[in-house]
């Protein structure tokens, strides 16, 4: 059974910095590329960043563009989201995502399969 | 890159058939075949009911299916029951790397 599970979530104050996690079991992680999307408390879903299998592409929204690193350890099965400078606006649950391969070797496809619960990231003074 | 356009409620009787829009432009919805649902109960995460615009995941009811047409893709729910009442986002890639946009969610009601 494929599970993410999320931690390190918490209140922070704005310019802060925390660090998120995911535990991934159940597949083969290094397999798959990975994706963080977060939900603002009542608002929609959004995309964050996403990385390859070997950690070697990695992409983000504008919005978190120089202050978010996406890393992975794949001997660990595990996933990271550093977040630095941290803004009210970056307050939402932050979800651990799996996507699925794409139609060529090494690419990912454009959703995602399996989602972890989320951790609740709230900043503010 | 501005976020897809989806109703903020629809409603439905228990049996009854609901569709569920979402309109983006050729840039995202329009432009390729990468459109995915997803449907998230109060607390929960999103769960994959939809992607590349019409396949099922296997273990989702084939009453939920999906279709695109122009720059508007279409999430339909056959034979309502009361399990389906849920918000559903919509999500398209949006053509560059790996950016992918999502609709503001549309909370669906089950009369």
């Known amino acids: 059974e494929v599970q993410l599970v999320e931690s390190g979530g918490g209140l922070v104050q704005p310019g802060g910095s925390l660090r998120l996690s995911c535990a991934a079991s159940?597949?083969?992680?290094?397999?798959?590329?990975m994706s963080w999307v977060r939900q603002a408390p009542g608002k929609g879903l959004e995309w964050v960043a996403n990385?390859?299998?070997?950690?070697?592409?990695?992409y983000y929204v504008d919005s978190v563009k120089g202050r978010f690193t996406i890393s992975r350890d794949n001997a660990k099965n595990s996933l990271y989201l550093q977040m630095n400078s941290l803004r009210a606006e970056d307050t939402a649950v932050y979800y651990c995502?799996?996507?699925?391969?794409?139609?060529?070797?090494?690419?990912?496809?454009?959703?995602?399969?399996?989602w972890g619960q989320g951790t609740l990231v709230t900043v503010s003074s | 890159q501005s976020a897809l356009t989806q109703p903020r409620s629809v409603s439905g009787s228990p049996g009854q058939s609901v569709t569920i829009s979402c309109t983006g432009t050729?840039?995202?919805?329009?432009?390729?075949?990468?459109v995915s649902w997803y449907q998230q109960h109060p607390g929960k995460a999103p769960k994959l009911m939809i992607y590349?615009?019409?396949k099922r995941p296997s273990g989702v009811p084939d009453r939920f299916s999906g279709s695109k047409s122009g720059n508007t893709a279409s999430l339909t729910i056959s034979g309502l029951q009361a399990e389906d009442e849920a918000d559903y986002y919509c999500?398209?890639?949006?053509?560059?790397?790996?950016?992918?946009?999502f609709g503001g969610g549309t909370k669906l009601t089950v009369l």
């Open positions: 995502a799996r996507v699925p391969p794409g139609d060529y070797y090494g690419s990912g496809s454009y959703y995602f399969d399996y």
């Open positions: 159940g597949f083969t992680f290094s397999s798959y590329w």
């Open positions: 590349d615009v019409s």
């Open positions: 990385i390859k299998q070997d950690g070697s592409e990695k």
């Open positions: 050729s840039s995202d919805v329009g432009g390729y075949n990468y």
């Open positions: 999500c398209s890639y949006a053509g560059s790397y790996f950016l992918v946009v």
